[in-house]
C-alpha cells in the first residue's frame, strides 16, 4: 500500500501535468488551430528574384483582401494573420517554406504558389499534411491533379491554349507559327504543347519549336533558326523576365512579326524589359484593368490608393484566391482542415474581380480568359473569349 505522502505526490505530479498541458493548449489557441482567436494562413511567393513582380503582386493582393476581411469582422469572429514567406523562385524553396509554414507557424490552410512549377513542388506536401492549399494562378493541369487539397481559382492552360489558338487563327487570321518554350518550366512546356495541339487542329502548322531555359539572355540561335522558316506569329509561352529580352532579340534580327503568350508576361516589368519591341504582341491573361464592372473598379481604386499602381493579373488573383478562401472558411460548419476543404470544393458563382468562379470537380476554376495587346507600351483589352 502506498503511502500519504506517495500517494500526495503522485495526485501533485497529476494535477500539474494536466495544468501544463492546459496552459500548452491555451498557449498554442490564442495564436492558431482551428479553435485558435486568430486564423493563421501560410502564403508561399517569389517576392525576390527574376520572378518578383508575380510574388509581390499576388501578396499585395491577398493582403488587400485580408484587411478587408478583418476589417469587416473577420471570419467567424476571428481575424486572419497571413504568415509570408519568399521562395525566390526556387522549387525546394517553395517546398521548405510550406513545410515550415505547415509544421511550425500551424497555418489551417495555404495560398501561393503562382508558378505552376513552385505549386507542384509545394502541393504534394500540403496534401499530406492535408491542409488545403489555393493556388492564385498556377495554370498547369497537373497542380490541382496531386489531389483533394489542391484547388485554383484560375482558369488551367488547355483553355488558355486554346485562346491563344482561336485568336491567332480567327483574329490575326494566321496559319504559321513558331514556339520558343522555356523547358525548365511546368507551365511553358505544357502551354506550348496545348497551344500546338489546339493550333493544328484548327488547320494550322507549327514550322519551328524551340526551347531555351529560365535564366538564359541570349536567344539569338534559337531565333535565327525561327527567322529562317517565315512565320506569322511566334508563341513565347514563358515569364516576363526572359519574354522581354527575347522581344529585343527578335527586333534586332529584323524579325517583326507579332509575339504571342500567355499570363506570364504578366507584370510591368515586361515593359521595361521589352521596352518598345513588346509593341504589336499579344497575350491571354485572367483579367484586364479596362473592365468597367463596378467591383473591378473598386478594387481597382483600393489597390491604387495603397500601391500607387495600377494592379496587375496577379494582384487581382491573389485578392480572389483570399477572398474564395475566407468565403469557404465563413461557410464551413467548423475550422478542422476537412470542413474547409469541402467548402472550398463547394464554391459555386463567386464573384471575384477576375470573373465567376466556381471550383469544378477537378477542383479548377471554369473562367473566361481576355486577350491583351500591347500598344505604346500599354497593355489595351483585345476580346474575351468564354470557355
Ligand atoms: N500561369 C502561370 C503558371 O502556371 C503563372 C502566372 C499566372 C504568371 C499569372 C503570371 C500571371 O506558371
Redesign the pocket.
Known sequence: MRSFIQRFALMSIFLFSIAAVISCTKKTNTTSGPTGDVIMIGEVGSMTGA?AT?GMSTHNGIMLAVEEINASGGVKGKKLKVVSLDDQGKPEEAATAVTKLITQDKVIAILGE????R?LAMAPIAQQYKIPMI??????PK?TEIGDYIFRV?FI?PF?GLVMSRFATETLKIKKVAILRDVK????VGLASVFTEAFTKAGGTIIDDKSYSAGDIDFKSQLTSIRSKNPEAIFVPG??TEVGLIARQTRELGITVPLMG??????PKLKEIGGDAMNGSYFS??YSAEDKSPNVQKFINDYKKAHKEVP???AA?GYDAAKVLADAMGRAPDLSSAAIRKAIAETKDYQGVTGTITIDEKRNATKSAVVLGIDAGQFKYKETIKP
Open positions: 520572378e508575380f503562382v508558378a505552376s512549377t505549386s493556388t492564385p494562378s498556377s495554370t498547369n497542380v484560375c492552360d488558355q518550366n511546368d507551365y511553358s515569364y516576363y500567355g499570363d506570364g508576361w504578366d507584370s491573361n485572367h496587375d493579373g496577379l488573383m
